[in-house]
C-alpha cells in the first residue's frame, strides 16, 4: 500500500509540473477555453472539463467542454441559481466545492451529476470577488481531490476567469464596456422569431429598442463569407447538437468583430426540433489584427474592378472612413505641382475648412501643392505622415481632422500619384496596427490610381474622337424638339460605331436617322462616318425613306469590306404629324403617346446595311399627334450580357412612361438610367413633336413647256399671293419666278415644277426641274452681254437665294421675307 501512495504521489507530482509549464507557456497570450479545458484535463487525468457562464437573467449556461459526453454523467447545459445544484452553490457562496462520489449523490444537492464521480466546482471570478461563471471537473477517483490536484484545477480556473466570455455583470472588460460577458438565446424555428438578452443585441452592436425580433435583422450585420457556416447552425436539418461556430460581424459603426456561439437543438412535441437554443460571446481577442486583413482584402478586391479614377476613389472612401471611424477622407491627384480632387467624403461643402468651402470642386487649393509645405513635403519624401491632436498644421489641413490627419502619399511606378488625406473630429492615436493598415491602403490605392489614369485618358481619347465623328450640335425642329446623348462603352477602350443624325428636309419635314457599325475599331468609326455622310447626303436629295436606306445599302455593299450596318431612319411632316420609318436590322422605334402610354413600333423591316444589296426595305406609316415622344436607340442602351433585348425594350418603356416628357433633355437622361458600367457604347435620340402653331399654305403649279409657259406662271403666283394676302410682295416675287421658270425652259430638260409656299414671316418660291446642274451666279457681265442678269435680279430681290440636288435633279429657291402690316 505504501507503495501505491508514493506511486500515485509521483504521478500527482508529474502532472503539477506538467500543469505549470503549460500555464506557463501560455501566459500573457490569449489561450481559448477550450484549449484550457483539455490541458486540465491532460494535467490532471480528469475524464470531463466544462466552464459554465453566468447569465444576466439568474441562470448558469455552458460555455465551453472537454473530455467524455457529458450525458456520460447527466451534466445538464443549463443550472438555475435558485436551485440547490452544486454550480448554483459554489457560484452563490464564492467557495469552491470539492465532492467526492458520496457527497455528490448526498441529500444536501438537487440536480448533482450521477455516475459515482467525484466533482469539483470552482468559481470563475476576478479579485473583486464576483463570479462570471465555474469551471467544472469530473474524475472518476473514489477518494476525492488531494491538494496537489486541487492547485491545478484552481491554477487553470484562474486563467480561464479572465477569459471575455466570463465577464460577470458590472465588470468592465478591456474596452470599457460593462455588463455579462455571455448572452443567451432562443430561436423559434418555424417563425423565425428570436428572444435574444441584451448581452446578445449588445455584441451585435444594438439596443432592445432596436430589434425587432427577426433574426434576419441579426443576420445582416454577419460578414457575408460567414453567412453559410451560420445558416448551416441555424438549419434544424443539421442536427448539430451543441455545436461551436466562430464568426464575424460588423457593427453599425463599422467595428468588426468575431463572435462565438454555442447551440443545441431543443425537440417539440412530435420529436422534431421546434426551438434552438444557444449562447453567444466576444471571441474577437482570439483572432487578433483581423479587421485590418479583412479591410485590406477588401479593398483589394474592390479596387481589382475600378476601372476609373471615381471608381477608385469611392473603394478608398469606402474601405477607410467609416471602418476607421474616419470624419473625412479627400483622395486627389497629382498633376505637375497641381492637387485635383477626386472625391471628398463627406460631399457636402460645410463639412470642410473654409477653403475647400469655395474650391472644393476644382484644384485643391486653387494653388499649387507648395502652398501646404506639410503636405508637399510627404509628398516629395513618399511616406506617410500621422499627426495626432494640436499638431502645428496649415489652418486648410489641421481643420480636417482636428483630433488626428494621416497624410498619405500614394505611390506607383516609383513616384507619386496622388495624396489620401484621412482626418479625425475626436483625439485619435495612431497605432503600428492602423499604420500598417493605412500604408498597405495607400499602397493599394497608388497602384489602381496609376492604371485609373491610363484608362480614363484612353477613354477619352476614344470619346473625343467618336464624338467628332457625330453631329457638334442638333439643329433647330420647327414644330418639336430633338435631343440626342452619346455614351462610349466603360467595359472596353476601342472607339465604337454607333450614330445618329437629324437632317432638316424641304417642306417642314425633318429626317432622324441612327445606327450602329459592326465592331469597336477605328475601321468601324471610319466607316460610321462614312456610313453619316451618305445617308444625309441622300435625304437631301428628298429621296423617300426606303430609297435613301437601299441606297446606302449599295453603297456599303460597293465598297467591299467585311464590316455590316444597321440603321433606322424616320421621315416626319411637322406640319401634319405624319412619318414613314425604314429599318436595316435594327431596333424599331418607340412611342410615348401624348396620354403617357408607350409602345415599339412594329416597322417592318430589312436585312443590315452592307450583307444584300438586293434588299428590299419596306416603308412604315407613323402617326404622331402633338405631344408625342419619339425614341431611336442602338442596342447598347436596351441589351447585354446580362439584358435580354426584350427586358431592355421594356425596361426603356417604362422609364420613358414615367418621366415628364416636357423636359425632353430630362427624358433623355432619365432612358439613359444614370449607368456607369456599359459594355456597349449607347446613342440616343429623342424628338418630342409639338406640332406647328400655324400650318404653312402650300401650292404647286406644273410647267408645261409652251410659249406661253411664263406668263401661265406669272397668273398662278398672282392669284395665289392675292388669294393669302400677300399683295406687298406681288413684284418681287412675279421677277423671280419669271427668271427661274425662264432659266428651267430654256437650259433644262424634262417636267419643271413650280411650288410656291407661305409660313410665319416668309414667302417661298421654289422651281424644280431634271437638270443637276446649279445655276451659276457670272463673275462679271459687260454692257454688251445677253444674259445671265437673271440669277444676280433673282438673288437682289431675295432674303435668301440657293439651290438644292432633288433626286437626280436640283431645286431652285428664293425666300422673300413679307412685310408685316
Known amino acids: 500500500m505504501a507503495g501505491e501512495g ?9 502532472r503539477a509540473g506538467l500543469a505549470a509549464r503549460l500555464l506557463d507557456a501560455g501566459e500573457g497570450s ?4 477550450r484549449d484550457l479545458a483539455e490541458q486540465l484535463l491532460v494535467s490532471t487525468g480528469a475524464t470531463l472539463a466544462a466552464v459554465y457562464a453566468a447569465r444576466g437573467d439568474g441562470g448558469l449556461v455552458l460555455l465551453e467542454e472537454a473530455g467524455v459526453p457529458r450525458s ?33 449523490g448526498g441529500p444536501g444537492f438537487e440536480a448533482a451529476p450521477s455516475g459515482g464521480v467525484s466533482l469539483a466546482v470552482v468559481p470563475l471570478g476576478g479579485a473583486d470577488g464576483r463570479a462570471g461563471g465555474c469551471l467544472l471537473v469530473a474524475d472518476e477517483r473514489e477518494d476525492g481531490f488531494a491538494v496537489g490536484y486541487r492547485r491545478v484545477v484552481e491554477g487553470f480556473a484562474e486563467r480561464m476567469a479572465a477569459d471575455p466570455g466570463l465577464l460577470p455583470a458590472g465588470r468592465p472588460d478591456r474596452e470599457g464596456r460593462g455588463g455579462p460577458g455571455v448572452g443567451a438565446f432562443r430561436l423559434a424555428l418555424p417563425t423565425g422569431r428570436l428572444d435574444a438578452d441584451a448581452r446578445v443585441l449588445e455584441l451585435f452592436g444594438l439596443t432592445p429598442e432596436e430589434f425587432d425580433g427577426r433574426v434576419e435583422t441579426l443576420l445582416a450585420l454577419t460578414v457575408p463569407e460567414d453567412l453559410p457556416g451560420l445558416m448551416s447552425v441555424l438549419d434544424p436539418g443539421d442536427g448539430a447538437v451543441g455545436r461551436d461556430l466562430e464568426f464575424r460581424i460588423r457593427r453599425r459603426s463599422g467595428e468588426l468583430s468575431w463572435l462565438r456561439m454555442r447551440s443545441r437543438l431543443a425537440p417539440g412535441g412530435e420529436g422534431r426540433p421546434t426551438q434552438l437554443l444557444g449562447t453567444v460571446a466576444e471571441a474577437s481577442h482570439l483572432r487578433p489584427g483581423v479587421d485590418d486583413i479583412a479591410l485590406v482584402q477588401r479593398l483589394a478586391a474592390t479596387l481589382a474592378t475600378a476601372v476609373t479614377v471615381r471608381e477608385v476613389g469611392r473603394a478608398v472612401v469606402a474601405a477607410l472612413r467609416h471602418p476607421l471611424g474616419a470624419s473625412r477622407v479627400a483622395l486627389a491627384e497629382v498633376e505637375a505641382d497641381r492637387l485635383v480632387v477626386t472625391i471628398l467624403d463627406p460631399p457636402e461643402p460645410e463639412a470642410w475648412p473654409g477653403v475647400w468651402r469655395t474650391e472644393w470642386r476644382t484644384e485643391w487649393p486653387d494653388a499649387p501643392a507648395r502652398a501646404l509645405p506639410t503636405l508637399e513635403a510627404a509628398l516629395r519624401e513618399g511616406r506617410a505622415s500621422y499627426w495626432p491632436e494640436g499638431a502645428p498644421l496649415e489652418e486648410s489641413l489641421a481643420g480636417i481632422g482636428p483630433g488626428g490627419l494621416a497624410m498619405l502619399p500614394l505611390p506607383a511606378e516609383g513616384r507619386v500619384v496622388g495624396a489620401c488625406l484621412v482626418g479625425w473630429n475626436a483625439p485619435h492615436d495612431f497605432g503600428a496596427d492602423e499604420r500598417a493598415l493605412l500604408t498597405a491602403a495607400a499602397a493599394l490605392a497608388g497602384q489602381a490610381l496609376a492604371r485609373a489614369r491610363v484608362l480614363d485618358a484612353e477613354h477619352e481619347l476614344v470619346g473625343t474622337l467618336q464624338r467628332s465623328l457625330l453631329p457638334r450640335r442638333l439643329p433647330q425642329v ?39 457599325v459592326q465592331g469597336h475599331n477605328a475601321g ?9 455622310t451618305a445617308v444625309r447626303a441622300y435625304a437631301v436629295e428628298g429621296h423617300p425613306a426606303d ?19 444597321t440603321c433606322c431612319y424616320v421621315v416626319v411632316d411637322m406640319e401634319d404629324g405624319t412619318g414613314w420609318c425604314a429599318r436595316a436590322g435594327h431596333i424599331p422605334p418607340v412611342l410615348r403617346a401624348p396620354s403617357g402610354t408607350t409602345r415599339v413600333v412594329a416597322a417592318e423591316g430589312g436585312p443590315p446595311l452592307g450583307v444584300d444589296g438586293d434588299a428590299h426595305y419596306p416603308v412604315t406609316p407613323l402617326e404622331l399627334s402633338p405631344g408625342t415622344v419619339l425614341v431611336l436607340t442602338t442596342d447598347g442602351l436596351v441589351e447585354s450580357r446580362s439584358l435580354t433585348l426584350d427586358d431592355g425594350l421594356a425596361h426603356l418603356r417604362r422609364a420613358l412612361s414615367d418621366v415628364d416628357a416636357e423636359d425632353l433633355e430630362q ?36 410647267v408645261w413647256r409652251l410659249p406661253e409657259a411664263v406668263s401661265h406662271a406669272r397668273r398662278f403666283t398672282a392669284r395665289t399671293l392675292a388669294a393669302w394676302g400677300l399683295g406687298g410682295e406681288r413684284d418681287a416675287a412675279l421677277l423671280v419666278v419669271s427668271e427661274l421658270v425662264t432659266n428651267a425652259l430654256v437650259h433644262t430638260r424634262g417636267p419643271v415644277r413650280l411650288d410656291l409656299g407661305y409660313a410665319g414671316d416668309r414667302l417661298r418660291i421654289a422651281v424644280t426641274d431634271s437638270s443637276p446642274r446649279s445655276p451659276v451666279k457670272p463673275a462679271g457681265i459687260g454692257w454688251e452681254a445677253t444674259g445671265g442678269r437673271g440669277v444676280l435680279l433673282v438673288e437682289a430681290v431675295s432674303d435668301r437665294f440657293g439651290s438644292l440636288p432633288m433626286g437626280g435633279g436640283k431645286q431652285v429657291w428664293s425666300e422673300i421675307a413679307v412685310r408685316r402690316r
Open 667 to 702: 427624358v433623355a437622361d432619365a432612358l439613359l438610367g444614370g449607368s456607369v458600367r456599359r459594355d456597349d457604347d449607347v446613342a440616343l435620340l429623342v424628338l418630342r413633336y409639338d406640332g406647328m402653331g400655324t400650318l404653312p399654305q402650300r401650292a404647286g403649279w406644273a
Open 547 to 565: 430609297v435613301v436606306v437601299s441606297h446606302a445599302n449599295r453603297l456599303l455593299v460597293g465598297m467591299g469590306t467585311d464590316l455590316f450596318a
Open 72 to 104: 456520460l454523467y447527466g451534466v445538464e447545459d443549463e443550472y438555475p441559481l435558485s436551485g440547490r445544484s452544486p454550480l448554483a452553490v459554489a457560484l452563490c457562496s464564492g467557495r469552491a466545492l470539492w465532492l467526492t462520489p458520496a457527497e455528490t
Open 6 to 14: 508514493a506511486q500515485r504521489r509521483g504521478a500527482e507530482a508529474l
Open 478 to 516: 420647327e414644330g418639336g424638339t430633338a435631343v440626342a446623348r452619346y455614351l462610349p462603352g466603360t467595359a472596353g477602350l476601342e472607339v465604337g460605331g454607333d450614330w445618329y443624325d437629324v437632317i432638316p428636309l424641304t417642306e417642314g419635314r425633318v429626317a432622324l436617322v441612327i445606327g450602329d
Open 30 to 33: 490569449a489561450v481559448p477555453l
Open 524 to 532: 468601324a468609326a471610319t466607316l460610321m462616318g462614312q456610313m453619316r
